[in-house]
Every structure is written in structure tokens, then in C-alpha cells.
């Protein structure tokens, strides 16, 4: 079953560490992906710009709003993510807690819906 890991961080988590801290993190991020990829268990996965570069989507009565910044104010904001292929949640889990930013952040993991399911 396929999970996606969704890593939130406080805002301006990145922007206040040194030059050294974040090298040191990318690290830890590399070492992480590293063991998924042995694993057998990536999928996918990519860090992502800072909110400020968001956009918001919407159509309302077949009209394209857009808005600056992210769908919603919240003391975390979604920094990347890992797209996961494991046995249960359990390892899903065990994978989530290894994650660098889980010390400091919130990892959100959440079962890739099975359309099949679904389908009459």
C-alpha cells in the first residue's frame, strides 16, 4: 500500500538556521532518502519552496480565482514530501519517525486512496 509522508514546518524554520545547520540537515535528508531508496520503499518525493511562492486555486461559478500564498494559515506549513510503498501503516510509521524534520515538525501520513475500491 502506497503512503504519503507530508513534512510541515514552522514557517521560517529554514531561513534562521546557518549556512552550516542547513547543510547539516540536507544531510540527514540525503542519509534518510538513502535508506528508503535500499529499502525498496521510495516512490517519490521532493522538498518544496517556501509559501511564499504558493498559489491558490479555485473556480467559483466557472471563474479561475487565484490568490497569493497558501490554501490556509496554520502555525506548520507543508515543506515536501515522500511518497512511500510499505506492507501496513505500522512501517509507514516507523519510516515518518525517521524523517529529520519529525524532531522539530509534524509528519502527516496518510494512505494513497485505492480507486479500484471504488469502482462498480
Excluded at 9 to 36: C, H, I, K, Q, V
Excluded at 46 to 65: I, M, N, Y
Amino acid at each position: 500500500m502506497q503512503y504519503m509522508l507530508m513534512i510541515y514546518t514552522p514557517p521560517g524554520t529554514w531561513e534562521s538556521m546557518s549556512e552550516e545547520e542547513r547543510n547539516a540537515t540536507m544531510g540527514e535528508y540525503y542519509d534518510y532518502t538513502d535508506s528508503l531508496e535500499a529499502a525498496g520503499v521510495l516512490r517519490a518525493g521532493a522538498p518544496l519552496e517556501t509559501v511564499d511562492s504558493a498559489t491558490t486555486v479555485r473556480v467559483r461559478d466557472g471563474e479561475r480565482l487565484l490568490t497569493d500564498g497558501p490554501y490556509a494559515e496554520t502555525k506548520e506549513q507543508i515543506g515536501g514530501y515522500y511518497l512511500l510503498e510499505c506492507k501496513d501503516l505500522d512501517e509507514a510509521l516507523e519510516w515518518a519517525a525517521q524523517i529529520p524534520e519529525a524532531a522539530t515538525g509534524v509528519i502527516e501520513v496518510r494512505p494513497i486512496m485505492n480507486y479500484e475500491a471504488y469502482q462498480s
